[in-house]
């Protein structure tokens, strides 16, 4: 059967991986190839989705499209010298322009008595998973400034003791400083190869307020359909603990969110933001991960270099979530730990 390229995304889209494959193998056009690696990328086949990368890289050394995914299956299997300058290709592939401002773009240089604007990027939990390296900017002696949407981070930030100026739209102007960097470039422009440590938000610790639970991600990410539970699975995930949407909480924003989760013995959720948040204070945090499509910060899946406290649960068959939640009850009773009642919810604090 012959398989349109059409037919072929479609498929690809659908999470029907075979097909993509196979109707891809059938094209020798960039997209096609370039399409196939990432199928490999997301089917944990990383040496073949290496392959695939590099060799349209040797072809067209300049498709940033190639070297975007090549960075993520290098973060994915920690070779991380090689993976964050690979890594700045994300700057073309996601569109993201340089901002409005009259002075330059941090390149490393000493920071000492220096007024820094860090450009907030991508997701939520992308920008709790840079903020990590705050600190180490302001132990050089610097003053930071996040340029960002400030309705669900600006607290966050200024619990790291930065600044928040309020930036919805790529057309605004940064405010007045001396230099500029995306939050997701700390990690090339520090130097810094591993991960810099998870926790960097200093809430008291309180526990005793149980388990919270989360069930989904954002509906836009591309590849949510993976990791955020189906219907049932959230109904039997929200049996085990207090839930921690925002709807059912009534937190205003991720700082509300964190003030929770200070308060609780543990968190349990899929890969969203939530996992970032709890792993910013390095509270008690049980991650589940879906069979493919995993994002690159988990690395193996088995262990994660960016929170290497969590426990990572696994899928072992795409979808199929169920082994994972039996797996999270038999730990949970280990840990002297039942469902909790039906419809339980938190207050706000």
């Known amino acids: 059967m012959t398989i349109t390229f059409e037919q072929a995304f479609a ?53 940033v499209g190639s070297q975007h995914s090549l960075s993520m299956v290098l973060l994915a299997q920690r070779r991380y010298a090689e993976a964050w300058p690979l890594y700045e290709a994300r700057r073309a592939v996601l569109n993201m ?59 966050v930030y200024e619990a790291c003791g930065a600044a928040v100026h309020p930036r919805t739209r ?11 960097a995306f939050i997701g470039s700390l990690p090339l422009k520090l130097g810094a190869v591993p991960p810099a440590a998870a926790a960097y938000l200093d809430l008291p610790r309180r526990g005793g307020a ?5 069930t989904h991600g954002n ?27 925002p709807a059912a909480t009534g937190a205003r924003d991720l700082m509300d969110t964190a003030e ?5 013995d543990l968190v349990i959720t899929v890969e969203t933001s939530v996992a970032n948040l709890a792993g910013s204070l390095g509270a008690p945090c049980w991650v589940l991960l879906p069979r493919v499509a995993m994002d690159w910060r988990w690395n193996d899946g ?18 199929d979530w169920g082994p994972v939640l039996d797996a999270v009850r ?19 604090p």
């Open 330 to 348: 038999r730990d949970l009773a280990d840990l002297g730990r039942g469902p909790q009642p039906a419809g339980g919810h938190m207050n706000n």
């Open 97 to 155: 322009a340089d901002p409005l401002c009259d002075y330059p773009e941090w390149r490393g240089e000493p920071l000492a008595g220096k007024h820094m604007v860090l450009v907030g990027e991508q997701g939520l939990g992308d920008h709790l998973m840079f903020a990590r390296w705050i600190p180490a900017l302001r132990a050089q002696g610097a003053r930071i400034t996040v340029a960002c949407d400030p309705t669900s981070l600006g607290r």
């Open 219 to 245: 509906p836009a990410n591309t590849v949510d359909r993976f990791r955020s539970l189906d219907e049932a699975s959230a109904a039997a995930l929200l049996a085990l603990g207090r839930d921690l949407a």
């Open 11 to 63: 498929a690809h889209q659908a999470g029907d991986f075979a097909t993509a494959e196979l109707g891809y193998r059938g094209f020798a056009t960039t997209q096609a190839f370039h399409n196939l690696g990432t199928v490999y990328k997301q089917t944990d086949r990383l040496a073949e989705a290496e392959a695939v990368f590099r060799k349209l890289l040797a072809q067209r050394p300049g498709f």
């Open 170 to 180: 790529a057309s605004q102007r940064l405010p007045d400083a001396d230099v500029w």
């Open 210 to 214: 149980g388990v919270g639970v989360f």
């Open 302 to 319: 088995c262990h994660s270099d960016w929170y290497p406290d969590a426990k990572l649960y696994r899928q072992e068959t795409a979808g």
């Open 260 to 264: 929770i989760i200070a308060g609780l």
